[in-house]
């Protein structure tokens, strides 16, 4: 079965600084994988998304992914963070037995220092 | 409307109380979700419809009833709720085949 795992349930960084948030997956076949960003009561949007195609994904907001099979990771970053990306970011894996099943991560608060 | 929309976007219910949750895409997608997001708690999955037809409850109480009248139309019916059931529930849809899933923003629910 996928799963995912968020290292880090917060993480500050500086602002200016390189975001650098962790995820990896375990799935038996190559999966989609998924950051979804969530602001205070709101809902979860995609940041950006992999689908087989290139292993580097670029998404909103200045936010990239990098898909490392042999790492079995999908690691988001964005080189200079800004107040304004304060939030908590999910990644996701999809469930291959299910094709319409998105498996979340336990999400990660991100927290930009002035 | 664009996306998904939910309503209402706050409600303040009794434990006594009945109440319905709204939630509609306009995104013509297959799928439908509800999620519970509740503070220090992963996301949870609570009902998954497709093609109108609910295809998993994942172990939730009986005073949460879901109900997909059509593919772009989702209600969560609620009844007898505990304070414990106080949290952020949250819609969302999808084209299935491994795609993203769109949300809703939320209901936020509390229950006195």
């Known amino acids: 079965a996928q799963s995912v795992t968020q290292l880090g349930s917060h993480v500050s960084v500086s602002e200016g600084a390189l975001v650098l948030l962790r995820c990896n997956y375990s799935s038996s076949v190559p999966p989609y994988l998924f950051w979804y960003v969530q602001y205070p009561n709101q809902g979860l949007q995609l940041l950006l998304k992999y689908t087989s195609a290139a292993t580097l994904v670029k998404g909103i907001n200045g936010f990239e992914a990098e898909f490392k099979k042999s790492e079995t990771s999908f690691h988001l970053t964005k080189p200079s963070a800004h107040m304004s990306d304060a939030a908590e970011y999910f990644c996701a894996v999809s469930d291959t037995n299910r094709d319409d099943k998105i498996i979340f991560g336990k999400g990660t608060r991100l927290h930009i220092l002035p | 409307e664009t996306g998904v929309t939910q309503t209402p976007r706050h409600l303040v219910m009794g434990m006594t109380n009945k109440k319905s949750l709204k939630c509609e895409q306009h995104?013509?997608?297959?799928?439908m979700y509800w999620y519970k997001q509740s503070a220090k708690k992963p996301l949870e999955l609570m009902f998954v419809y497709s093609l109108e037809e609910r295809v998993e409850n994942n172990s939730v109480p009986s005073r949460f009833s879901p109900e997909c009248p059509n593919s772009s139309h989702l209600f969560l019916h609620l009844h007898t709720l505990q304070p414990e059931d106080s949290a952020l529930y949250l819609c969302a849809s999808s084209q299935g085949g491994g795609n993203e899933q769109f949300f809703g923003p939320g209901t936020r629910l509390t229950v006195l």
């Open positions: 995104l013509g997608h297959n799928a």
